[in-house]
């Protein structure tokens, strides 16, 4: 049985090397047949073509192809590492309804979409625990937060808040795993209740960026990390793109928090727009070139953030009477911040703004001891309230 099982998705990896199938092939497959007829059938059809065709110099041979690629699906197996396709039950839900759903995902993690009455399987077949029924399933509920990689203090401190108060109302948080907004999203939604899932521009065995290496491994453990790539696949440029669509194929809404004119997550917006979604935008700094593309969403008709209540009363109205504590009153609000403070750290707080500042300028705006305000400014961040940059 878990012979056949790896059979069966080497050769759908096969199959996606066909120079006459490809990722098309399969996708109008799929759509012809749906999910109930076997893989055999496209495979059976894909032997028959005719397939010694030149490829960079080169025949297709579908034997050694298949070949490899029953070698990658052990190495997965190894790295714990599962797939699921477009023609398994409980492939995402929200990712078939997009134009070009991608044919096979690889993922670490127990965001899993549960259809009908068949059980998720791993690589080599063997049905996996439901333990408390798995994430995915228990929250079909699900937003993305993307934004710039170059982003402001203000920009994260948003994006984390924002995440960790969706998640903990049962809502998973969708991003991209790169640097900057993606980052802190992930970071505030993970130790919540709806969790987070890390879509990849590159194989599944590649840490990108570098230094998000231990939080990737953190989220296979407590979220999901996926990615349509197969092993050894590069972060190359033209991968981003194509992995938006998969942001936001799996999220209801999209909330861009920071966004230049060029940058990637007004790509994710556009998909959601074309699949008739949700586009949430977080206004900021007029003067800051991170903002002209939020802002120029909120010209066209994106919905204008301020507090979660913003996204919840759009998007999932029944979760509003799960508001208690869980939920703030609003991500700008500091009345109740500052009526938390002492004197000296209430000082220190309101000298600080969106963009970086050294701690000898603070200490002499408010004319205090370099020593006393970094006591004062370190109880802030554990705290939560500020984040100390890198010098």
């Not at 997965?76 to 590492?81: R, Y």
Request: net charge neutral; hydrophobic share 40%.
């Amino acid at each position: 049985m878990k012979d056949r099982h790896i059979r069966r998705q080497a050769k759908l990896l096969t199959l996606l090397s066909h120079p006459r199938v490809g990722a098309r092939g399969i996708r109008d497959h799929w759509r012809k047949y749906g999910q109930e007829v076997s893989v055999e059938l496209l495979w059976e059809e894909a032997c028959h073509l005719p397939v010694q065709l030149s490829i960079a110099g080169g025949g297709f041979d579908l034997r050694q192809i298949y070949r490899e690629a029953e070698e990658e699906i052990r190495a997965c197996v190894k790295m714990g590492i599962k797939m699921v396709s477009l023609f398994d039950a409980f492939y995402p839900v929200s990712l078939r309804e997009i134009y070009d759903p991608p044919p096979v995902l690889f993922y670490k993690g127990d965001l899993l979409e549960r259809m009908g009455g068949n059980r998720p399987q791993d690589c080599k077949g063997a049905p996996l625990e439901r333990t408390a029924t798995t994430r995915l399933a228990r929250t079909a509920r699900a937003i993305a937060i993307v934004g710039s990689r170059n982003s402001t203090t203000y920009g994260r401190k948003v994006a984390e808040t924002l995440a960790r108060q969706l998640s903990a109302v049962s809502i998973c948080v969708v991003s991209g795993l790169a640097e900057g907004i993606d980052t802190w999203a992930h970071r505030g939604a993970k130790d919540q209740k709806g969790g987070t899932i890390a879509v990849l521009g590159n194989g599944m065995d590649i840490y990108y960026p570098r230094r998000n290496r231990s939080l990737q491994e953190e989220l296979c453990h407590k979220g999901t990390v996926l990615s349509e790539y197969r092993l050894r696949t590069l972060p190359l440029r033209h991968n981003f793109p194509a992995r938006n669509r998969i942001i936001s194929g799996l999220a209801k809404g999209v909330v861009v928090v920071e966004a230049s004119e060029s940058s990637g997550a007004l790509i994710t917006a556009d998909f959601a727009l074309e699949e008739g979604k949700s586009v949430f935008a977080i206004p900021g700094n007029i003067y800051h070139r991170n903002t002209r593309g939020t802002h120029a969403l909120l010209k066209d008709g994106a919905r204008l953030v301020e507090r979660v209540e913003d996204i919840l009363e759009e998007l999932y109205p029944d979760l509003l009477s799960q508001k208690g504590r869980t939920i703030s009153n609003g991500l700008f609000s500091e009345m109740e911040i500052l009526a938390s403070l002492s004197e000296e750290e209430r000082l220190l707080y309101l000298q600080l703004d969106q963009e970086p500042q050294h701690i000898d300028d603070l200490s002499r705006m408010v004319d205090m001891e370099v020593n006393k305000a970094l006591g004062i400014l370190l109880q802030l961040e554990i705290k939560g309230l500020i984040i100390q940059e890198p010098a």
